[in-house]
């Protein structure tokens, strides 16, 4: 059984940093792609990074390029999220998502497991 896991959401203020975390079991992580979106209340779900199994190959939304970093941690079946420069914008549940292919995509669709969800909250 697949899961995904996510974890670090929580209340910033603007400007700040947090770490989101998502641990995956029951399949061979380091074979496929990763990616985070997120959903505001009352907003479509948006696209935010994903990364490839290589880890060399990323893809970030225009929003958040230059800001957040993706990453992944093969050995700890792990996928990262760095934010840096938290705006009250990024305010959102984010979720993590694994992709059954080796390239990174950003459509959700292409994405058939996810995880529940942490909440991410940055205050003006």
């Known amino acids: 059984q697949v899961q995904l896991v996510e974890s670090g959401g929580g209340l910033v203020q603007a400007g700040g940093s947090l770490r989101l975390s998502c641990a995956t079991s029951?399949?061979?992580?380091?074979?496929?792609?990763m990616a985070w979106f997120r959903q505001s209340p009352g907003k479509e779900r948006e696209f935010v990074a994903a990364?490839?199994?290589?880890?060399?190959?990323?893809v970030y939304a225009a929003s958040v390029k230059g800001r957040f970093t993706i990453s992944r941690d093969n050995g700890k079946n792990t996928v990262y999220l760095q934010m840096n420069s938290l705006k009250p914008e990024d305010t959102a549940v984010y979720c993590c998502?694994?992709?059954?292919?080796?390239?990174?995509?950003?459509?959700?669709?292409?994405?058939?497991?996810w995880g529940q969800g942490t909440q991410v909250t940055v205050s003006s």
């Open positions: 998502a694994l992709h059954q292919a080796p390239v990174p995509t950003p459509v959700q669709y292409d994405y058939p497991y």
């Open positions: 029951g399949l061979t992580f380091s074979y496929y792609a």
């Open positions: 990364i490839g199994a290589s880890a060399s190959n990323t």
